[in-house]
């Protein structure tokens, strides 16, 4: 479409057989490029085991009844997903990784299963990774151990949920805001932004499916039973695909102790707005499953594989007719084991090759773990993972939220989220058991990680093209969580460190620079009404006042369904702005406030498309005539704007803008007192930062215990006069006048303030230190402080000699090794006559003594 600049145009387009159940959404988006191929794990790794046969397989075997125990055959063949990353359909990413997966189990297994029915030992095969689940005897174990084919033998090994830190709660409702009794919102919510996404934004989670894999869920809880993926209106229900439970016994969705709906609650639970029916879910309008990997609060190895696997591609409630583009968006893990730990890291491969985010729960403190560096459990600690980390309501780690760094030094965790408000009295309010209607407040991490389950269904919803990118998105929330720095484990001062990973997490940071807004393309409802006949209408408005200039403007729009890892329909955007007659032209630099110098920004009109500077920061818009506000955005730079009156013809205008850093500011530039020996003072000094920025500083006062004793004082511990004559062969330093010489080798080690030296630096006027000066000219005033020296300094003599005239400067270690002399022999001064001659030693000693006998020294 053609638009003449400064102007706008409207049309309707008009799509017909709408048959998807859920309407339509319709999203912007820039043209089409070349995408980044993100890629991850490539095979699925096998279960670190020292030994071939885990020995707690006999140990069960011993205690069994019929000498028999289950565990699971792993073959060294497992299957490369590799190529799973660049396929970007949904549907079909899902399908490539199931069949790579079965078709290689299916090759590689024949020998070992048809071994196995020989012997009439029973067995199940795994495909999620190559391995056979299988129960037999000691000698069937031995007998599959020594098969070629084996790489391992695991047991069904228990983990556990994390240990809740229940608080104290009499009225739980009362604890969804405590901050604000009155509103509906958590505390949580609010925290981190997520009904401002609401709000703001529109986006809710829709089009987007997750999962936990936990003790359940109570599916017809009243937040939670809109929004099950098995609720098909109309009071119909279906739990095939949308429910797993591994015994095979429950065939709806139910929870055993109300972890798992509590963990679902956070994560899509929806409020009616009142303080009984309060909103406490990240994104209420997503679609969730569930599948039961842990019974009360024991998980069972056996039962977390079967999950993992039926994630991959939900079954019907019978086992049967894999559905992988059914696979959920997004895996919740509010359970976890002791850290170092890789036996799930194959799940988690193939989760993230067929484009699976997987969550997990950090870990809490117990009577086997406290709070401390490298505490930080698995699988949360796998690389291919997003850890979080528990904070409470002052974005304060929680006092039971576990640490990184991993096992090999690894950031972990990777972020942090509310997980109490305050520990062991509030914590995070959320759907619960047994009832429909119950809520309960729990703290723990497993209360943070599904705050990030949402946040990704959030992300995904606003953007479509993220699904499945794990990379993306994660750089979405490491670049807009709220660093907190810390230093306790070993980190140094900032973000990211191994307490609060990248920080906490911002909802409305994350989603408002994930969802693409083309500046000139405005729809007037990004989900429109379906008619009878299945056909829509869409109003698209094409703003040329919100372009820099005449020109060709591309984008797309995209229409999805209610699902959105259906692939959309896409519609090329065209528009063509025309010139006009008398533009208005304004022309300018951006400029850095600090140093003047041009700044690579982007500059436009408020709301408008904005154009790239030049290197020297020169800009140039062609405008209809008018009224506008300018904005320039630059890396590091505070925005700023600029209202202008543009007329016909050309207008200069040069934006300013202010460092976005942090600026440390002191009450006092020098502090200075003046003490009588052995008296202290205390000095306040006053830090401010005038910057936008958070500041991390680190002050410090170097410790310098130091006492002057006379020979002849009679203190304890005085020294003793003791003259030191260096041997005649002890090397000579060549001097001249105002000069030195570094690197002089101590032949010990010198503690000195904070510091250890083994070499110095000798001054031809009677002085050691221990850096190089900037410039040396001689001692430039009589008293301390030493202008001409501006490192830590030994004076014994500090006179202004010249050693050219005559006299000698040599050092040496004596003493067997144990004191440094630097000896000034008949040096006489510069200004004095040559023979008046100054002789001392000036030995450091360890352990940081300097002793100074002087015979002839200048007044």
């Given at each position: 479409?053609t638009?003449p600049?400064?102007e ?9 057989g709408?048959?998807q ?5 319709v999203f912007e ?8 191929l ?5 095979r699925?790794p ?8 885990d020995?707690?397989?006999a ?21 490369d997903l590799?190529?799973?990353?660049a ?6 990413r ?9 078709e ?6 024949r ?7 020989a ?14 689940r299988?129960?037999?005897?000691q ?18 090994r ?6 809740l830190?229940?608080p ?5 409702l009362q604890?969804?805001?405590?901050d ?13 932004g ?13 089009g ?8 359940g ?10 929004q ?28 055993t102790n109300g ?10 639970g ?8 309060p ?6 309008g ?19 594989i079967?999950a ?8 019907d ?7 992988p ?9 509010s ?5 170092g ?22 870990g ?6 406290s ?5 930080i ?10 850890a ?16 990184g760094?991993a ?7 990777d972020?942090?989220?509310p997980g ?6 509030v ?9 429909t209607t ?15 389950a949402?946040?990704v ?9 993220l ?8 750089e ?14 070993g ?14 997490i911002?909802?409305y ?9 083309v ?7 990004t989900?429109?009404?379906v008619?009878?006949d ?6 698209v ?7 820099p ?5 591309s ?19 065209t528009?063509?702005?025309t010139?006009i007659?008398?533009?208005?032209i ?18 436009g009109?408020l ?5 790239a500077?030049d ?10 005539p008018?009224e506008?506000?300018?904005t ?7 925005p ?6 543009a ?13 976005d850093?942090?600026r440390?500011?002191?009450?006092a530039?020098?502090?200075s ?19 936008r920025?958070?500041?991390?500083y680190?002050?410090s ?8 004793r ?6 304890p511990d ?8 260096l041997?005649?062969d002890?090397?000579r330093?060549?001097?001249g ?13 010198f ?7 083994t ?16 410039g ?7 008293c ?10 030994i004076?014994?003599l ?7 005239r005559?006299?000698?400067?040599r ?7 144990q004191t ?21 030693p000036?030995p ?7 002793v ?6 200048p007044?």
């Amino acid at each position: 479409m053609t638009v003449p600049l400064g102007e706008r145009a409207t049309q309707t387009l008009r799509l017909a057989g709408v048959t998807q159940p859920g309407g339509v959404a319709v999203f912007e988006a820039q043209p089409a490029a070349p995408k980044a191929l993100h890629t991850g794990p490539a095979r699925v790794p096998l279960p670190p085991q020292r030994e071939r046969i885990d020995p707690a397989i006999a140990a069960e075997a011993a205690k069994s009844l019929d000498g028999r125990a289950d565990f699971v055959v792993f073959l060294n063949d497992q299957a490369d997903l590799s190529a799973a990353y660049a396929i970007r359909d949904w549907a079909e990413r899902g399908r490539f990784v199931y069949r790579t997966l079965t078709e290689h189990a299916e090759r590689t297994q024949r020998d070992l299963r048809a071994a196995l029915a020989a012997r009439g030992v029973p067995f199940q095969p795994l495909w999620i990774v190559n391995a056979v689940r299988v129960r037999g005897t000691q000698s069937d174990i031995q007998a599959i151990a020594a098969r070629a084919d084996v790489a391992l033998l695991r047991a069904n090994r228990i983990h556990a949920l994390p240990p809740l830190a229940s608080p104290k709660s009499d009225s739980d409702l009362q604890h969804c805001s405590p901050d604000e009794p009155a509103n509906p919102v958590c505390w949580n919510i609010r925290r981190i932004g997520a009904d401002r996404v609401w709000r703001e934004f529109g986006v809710d989670g829709s089009g987007v499916t997750v999962a936990n894999i936990d003790t359940g869920v109570v599916f017809d809880h009243s937040a939670l039973a809109r929004q099950y993926r098995g609720n098909l209106g109309a009071g119909e229900i279906s739990h095939s695909y949308n429910w797993f439970d591994p015994q095979g016994s429950l065939l709806a969705p139910t929870d055993t102790n109300g972890h798992g709906t509590h963990t679902m609650g956070t994560i899509v639970g929806r409020g009616a707005g009142t303080p009984e029916q309060p909103s406490f879910g990240v994104a209420p309008g997503a679609r969730w499953i569930a599948a039961q990997g842990c019974q009360n609060i024991v998980c069972p190895e056996f039962d977390l594989i079967a999950a993992a696997q039926w994630l991959l591609a939900p079954t019907d409630l019978a086992g049967e007719n894999p559905r992988p583009d059914l696979r959920p968006m997004i895996v919740n893990n509010s359970w976890a084991g002791a850290g170092g730990n890789d036996w799930y890291a194959g799940y988690t491969a193939a989760w993230r090759a067929a484009g699976i985010f997987p969550v997990f729960a950090a870990g809490n403190a117990d009577t086997a773990r406290s709070q401390s560096c490298s505490s930080i459990s698995s699988p949360g600690d796998y690389p291919d993972v997003v850890a979080v980390g528990a904070t409470d309501s002052a974005d304060t780690v929680a006092n039971f939220s576990l640490l990184g760094p991993a096992a090999d030094g690894r950031l972990k965790p990777d972020f942090v989220a509310p997980g109490t408000h305050t520990a062991g009295q509030v914590g995070i309010l959320s759907a619960y058991y047994p009832d429909t209607t119950s809520y309960r407040d729990l703290q723990g991490t497993s209360m943070a990680a599904p705050h990030v389950a949402g946040l990704v269904a959030l992300l995904w919803s606003a953007n479509p093209e993220l699904i499945g990118d794990y990379d993306a998105t994660y750089e979405i929330l490491r670049a807009t969580a709220l660093p907190v720095s810390d230093t306790r484990c070993g980190d140094p001062l900032g973000a990211p460190n191994n307490v609060y990973g990248h920080g906490r997490i911002d909802a409305y940071g994350a989603v408002a620079l994930a969802r693409v807004d083309v500046p000139w393309l405005e729809l007037a409802n990004t989900r429109p009404a379906v008619a009878a006949d299945g056909s829509a209408e869409i109003e698209v408005t094409l703003a040329a006042d919100r372009t820099p200039g005449p020109g060709t403007y591309s984008a797309r729009l995209q229409i999805y369904g209610a699902d959105l890892g259906q692939p959309p329909v896409t519609i090329p955007v065209t528009m063509i702005v025309t010139p006009i007659a008398s533009p208005a032209i304004v022309t300018g630099r951006v400029l850095s406030a600090d140093s003047g110098q041009g700044l690579a920004a982007t500059v436009g009109a408020l709301g408008g498309l904005g154009v790239a500077t030049d290197s020297s920061g020169a800009y140039t818009l062609v405008l209809k005539p008018g009224e506008y506000t300018l904005t320039a955005s630059a890396l590091s730079y505070l925005p700023g704007t600029q209202v202008v009156d543009a007329q016909p013809g050309t207008t200069q205008l040069d934006i300013v803008l202010q460092p976005d850093q942090p600026r440390i500011g002191l009450s006092a530039a020098q502090l200075s007192a003046e003490l009588a020996f052995g008296q202290g003072q205390r000095i306040s000094v006053t830090l401010t930062n005038p910057g936008r920025r958070t500041l991390h500083y680190a002050a410090s006062a170097p410790t310098a215990h130091f006492t002057v004793r006379r020979s002849d004082s009679g203190e304890p511990d005085a020294p003793a006069f003791r003259w030191v004559d260096l041997p005649s062969d002890a090397p000579r330093l060549e001097l001249g006048n105002d000069t030195f010489v570094e690197e002089v080798p101590l032949g010990i080690s010198f503690p000195f303030y904070s510091y250890v030296f083994t070499e110095t630096l000798v001054t031809s006027d009677g002085m050691l230190t221990f850096d190089v000066p900037f410039g040396y000219h001689g001692p430039t005033t009589r008293c301390f402080p030493a202008d001409e020296i501006g490192f830590y300094l030994i004076a014994p003599l500090r006179a202004d000699l010249d050693p050219e005239r005559g006299g000698a400067v040599r050092y040496g270690t004596v003493g067997d090794g144990q004191t440094f002399v630097l000896s000034y022999e008949g040096v006489p001064r510069d200004d004095g006559p040559a023979d008046e001659t100054h002789t001392l030693p000036a030995p450091p000693h360890p352990p940081g003594r300097t002793v100074v006998p002087y015979t002839s020294a200048p007044p």
